[in-house]
């Protein structure tokens, strides 16, 4: 028997487990918040940018007191060879919506708190070993030899799901749907992070980059100016990985010691490094979102969406957080646990998230199965620059000679426009 019962359990205090502890607390629900880590945050190491439309949404204007970083100003996407780069640098100060670099821990740990003074109950450094099932219904959890029961229970336990997965909830991880990330923090003043990057106190900078900081294998590298440091590192689709004959290791090292790079990072000092694992199949690998009890949310349900240009997954962690909870005080109020009530969790994803999704669900099996994006395109381009901004005493060459001659013999013209096709649908 268990020993205590709740009306919400939630796994996991990453941003969907937070958003949904926060707003059920605030909606005077019963609900506890569990966590392997020493504190909320202490194990988030996943980080970069947080769109923060979507923090408005779950307390509207509250969260202007956050520990966030720096709103982004200025928006890079560079491709690089061994040696050189290509960067489309872009300034906006005239945009409405706002995002800002962020350091999950310390970011995670304040959002706690908030949830904590609307009444949610947060247990810290308890690792959850099952999900207790009982006529295939969830009814709680199982934790240091104890029960906890309750009505309904939110998985956010991240992208390695795998109480949802030997409860049978989910299907067992697939290599093709996830991608390997290695982040690197270097500490830095806030001065010298101004003067490199021209910005004003507050202001950052976001870049992506692709090429030669992967060697070439589907993937691609970031960088984000905080306060006082950088966080500078790779993300690599697993698959790709595993049929190259390069280590995650040799790729950040590459990325971090490129010339176009080091310079931003010169004198800075390590203050961190990690890796994680980033769900990245999309909307053909969702999972079942819902069952009896049972509400999968975050990263454990795969929604993120990368573009190239874009990241997309904190957001949507803290919408899908949100519509958990509103499902969750739907059933509540109708005592209805059942999958049936509890399948409104989806509709409403529906409207957001997974809309989203489904728009873009081409767009992993374009990033990792074309053949050129990252090998090709990034060399021609860099090879196209250099020729046209040379000047050696040999005769001018017009625009589109200097293009011709650069991709000869490396890509069909008709191989070009049908990626560029392929590409503008599916991103």
């Known amino acids: 028997m268990a020993d205590e019962k709740f009306q919400v359990i939630v796994i996991g205090a990453g941003l969907a487990g937070i958003a949904a502890a926060y707003r059920l607390a605030k909606a005077g629900k019963e609900v506890v918040l569990v966590d392997r880590g020493e504190s909320p945050g202490a194990k988030n190491v996943s980080g970069g940018r947080l769109y923060t439309y979507a923090l408005e949404k779950l307390m509207p204007g509250k969260w202007q007191n956050a520990p966030l970083e720096r709103e982004i100003k200025r928006e890079m996407l560079m491709m690089m060879t061994e040696k050189d780069s290509m960067t489309v640098d872009t300034s906006f100060q005239s945009t409405q ?23 949610a109950m947060v247990i810290s450094g308890t690792t959850v070993n099952s999900l207790v099932l009982r006529e295939g219904r969830v009814c709680g959890i199982e934790t240091g030899g104890e029960e906890l029961e309750a009505d309904l229970v939110i998985d956010a336990e ?64 970031f960088f984000y100016t ?136 081409n767009s992993h099996d374009y990033m990792g199965h074309s053949k050129h994006l990252f090998n090709t395109y990034p060399d021609l381009a860099i090879a196209l620059m250099k020729d046209l901004y040379t000047v050696d005493g040999t005769p001018a060459k017009s625009v589109m000679t200097a293009a011709r001659q650069s991709i000869k013999g490396k890509v069909s013209l008709f191989g070009m426009v049908k990626d560029a096709f392929k590409g503008s649908r599916s991103l």
């Open 158 to 221: 991240g992208v390695n799901a795998l109480l949802a997965e030997r409860a049978g909830m989910i299907r067992k991880l697939a290599i093709s749907d996830i991608a390997v990330g290695v982040k690197c923090v270097y500490g830095l003043s806030e001065d010298e992070i101004n003067a490199r990057f021209n910005l004003s106190s507050g202001e950052g900078a976001a870049m992506l980059c692709a090429g030669d900081c992967t060697r070439k294998v589907s993937g691609g590298a």
């Open 226 to 361: 905080n306060k006082e440091s950088i966080s500078a590192g790779i993300v690599v689709d697993a698959s790709a990985l595993k049929e190259s004959d390069f280590s995650v290791t040799e790729m950040v090292e590459r990325y971090l010691y490129h010339p176009s790079i080091a310079r931003y990072l010169e004198g800075g000092k390590l203050i961190e490094y990690s890796a994680h694992l980033i769900p990245e199949g999309g909307f053909r690998s969702l999972p079942r979102l819902c069952s009896d009890g049972f509400l999968l949310v975050g990263d454990a349900a795969g929604l993120v969406i990368n573009r190239g240009f874009t990241v997309r997954g904190m957001d949507y962690a803290i919408l899908s957080g949100m519509a958990a909870a509103d499902t969750a005080i739907e059933a509540i109020e109708a005592d209805d646990f059942s999958e049936n009530l509890l399948k409104s969790y989806q509709n409403r994803l529906d409207q957001t998230v997974i809309k989203d999704l489904k728009t873009l669900k």
């Open 97 to 119: 919506s706002k995002s800002f670099s962020v350091l999950r821990t310390r970011f995670d740990a304040w959002l706690a708190s908030k949830a904590e003074e609307a009444g």
